[in-house]
T-cell receptor, first 113, second 113 residues
């Protein structure tokens, strides 16, 4: 089966600019997650979707981050305006349910200058 | 409170030597998951441990869950260069599999051929 698709793979922007990341989960996977991984650290959960609804966004910095999954399939994560500390890899993951055996995408690496 | 601590942060071994990474929590865990991330890659699910004192093996990898369900370990016997990467333990936010994971900071393994 195809894996979790993410784009773009790399993005370089200046601070205060905006950026958007796209994720297409494994077909049929109802649950989708966005994680942020700063260099040298473990991934940190930003938001969880179940179909097209938000299950948990308690760790999403909502003043600058937003995410949506309008049709319950693809998802986008947006940052506006970006800060230097947002430099990280943004990982999308999906699971068929139950939260076990998350499958991660290759990630989108963001550099904010 | 909910964090998991991993030690060591880095480990360099000669090919053929054994390797162990430890994961500790101050609170009782409902389960613990292990992931491997190759350099430049994304986390890949290895295993989940649920029961007190559980031991699971995957070829040269042995995973253990402590009797008190507050610690876990991953042991690799006779390391190979293909074992290079960062190994993360992760606990679930909830009392069951929600997929909302808190990752440790990881142990990065380097193997000298």
């Amino acid at each position: 089966e195809a894996g979790v698709a993410q784009s773009p793979r790399y993005k370089i922007i200046e601070k205060r600019q905006s950026v958007a990341f796209w994720c297409n989960p494994i077909s049929g996977h109802a649950t989708l997650y966005w994680y942020q991984q700063i260099l040298g650290q473990g991934p940190k959960l930003l938001i969880q979707f179940q179909n097209n609804g938000v299950v948990d966004d308690s760790q999403l910095p909502k003043d600058r981050f937003s995410a949506e999954r309008l049709k319950g399939v693809d998802s986008t994560l947006k940052i506006q305006p970006a800060k230097l500390e947002d430099s990280a890899v943004y990982l999308c993951a999906s699971s068929s349910g139950g939260g076990l055996n998350l499958t991660f995408g290759a990630g989108s690496r963001l550099t904010v200058l | 409170g909910q964090q998991v601590m991993q030690i060591p942060q880095y480990q360099h071994v000669q090919e053929g030597e054994d390797f162990t990474t430890y994961c500790n929590s101050s609170t009782t865990l409902s389960n613990i998951q292990w992931y491997k991330q190759r350099p430049g890659g994304h986390p890949v699910f290895l295993i989940q441990l649920v029961k007190s004192g559980e031991v699971k093996k995957q070829k040269r990898l042995t995973f253990q869950f402590g009797e008190a369900k507050k610690n876990s370990s991953l042991h690799i016997t006779a390391t190979q260069t293909t074992d290079v990467g960062t190994y993360f333990c992760a606990r679930d936010f909830g009392s069951s599999n929600t997929g909302k994971l808190i990752f440790g900071q990881g142990t990065t393994l380097q193997v000298k051929p």
